[in-house]
């Protein structure tokens, strides 16, 4: 089965600091990897995602994460945070199903706090 | 293109009822999958419709079941309300492609009282 565990359910930065979520995958295949973004009273944002190829994927609003087999991770960093990144970010893993399709297993989510 | 809508976006109700919520996905997409998100379980796949047919589902009881229609509009449905059903009921749509992401909707907040 696959699983997703985000370290960390609340992580506070300074705003310009650098920002780093933590994921972690269990996969028995090789995943499709996504970070979304869930501002308050909102549903989900997609943040970027990770199939095949570059493993350094880039997303919106200077959003990044790079996919590590060997440590099977998939962190999401920021290199300097600003106060409208404050939300809960989740990291998911995608599941091919058997009757086609996929559904998402998500972490537990981390909320992100910035501070000036 | 507009975005995933879903309807209403609060509702309250009482315990022993029945609720539907609605979802439009994007236009041209053809799958809509259902979530529940909830601060003790978090999020957790319900079930997802691909051509107005129940592809795939998560492990919730028989009183979640859903539709999709031929403009792949759907709508979710919950009998008998318990108050644990109180949660934000989340729609994504996505082209059905097994590695295609999800976009998902603004959600729907159910309330059990």
């Known amino acids: 089965a696959q699983s997703v565990t985000q370290l960390g359910s609340h992580v506070s930065v300074s705003e310009g600091a650098l920002v780093l979520l933590r994921c972690n995958y269990s996969?028995?295949?090789?995943?499709?990897l996504f970070w979304y973004v869930q501002y308050p009273n909102q549903g989900l944002q997609l943040l970027l995602k990770y199939t095949t190829g570059a493993t350094l994927v880039k997303g919106i609003n200077g959003f990044e994460a790079e996919f590590k087999k060997s440590e099977t991770s998939f962190h999401l960093t920021k290199p300097s945070a600003h106060m409208s990144d404050a939300a809960e970010y989740f990291c998911?893993?995608?599941?091919?199903?058997?009757?086609?399709?996929?559904?998402?297993?998500f972490g537990t989510g981390t909320q992100l706090k910035v501070e000036l | 293109k507009a975005g995933v809508t879903q309807t209403p976006r609060y509702l309250i109700k009482t315990r022993g009822q029945q609720v539907t919520l609605s979802c439009s996905p994007i236009s041209g997409h053809r799958s809509v999958s259902w979530y529940q998100q909830t601060p003790g379980q978090g999020l957790q796949f319900l079930f997802e419709?691909?051509?107005?047919?129940?592809?795939n589902k998560g492990n919730f009881p028989g009183r979640f079941s859903g539709r999709q229609f031929s403009n792949s509009r759907s709508e979710m449905n919950v009998s008998t309300l318990e108050l644990g059903d109180s949660a934000l009921y989340l729609c994504?749509?996505?082209?059905?492609?097994?590695?295609?992401?999800?976009?998902f909707g603004p959600g729907t907040r159910l309330t059990v009282l």
């Open positions: 419709y691909f051509s107005e047919t129940q592809r």
């Open positions: 996969s028995s295949v090789p995943p499709y």
């Open positions: 994504a749509s996505s082209s059905g492609l097994a590695t295609n992401e999800q976009f």
């Open positions: 998911a893993v995608s599941h091919i199903l058997t009757g086609g399709g996929n559904k998402l297993t």
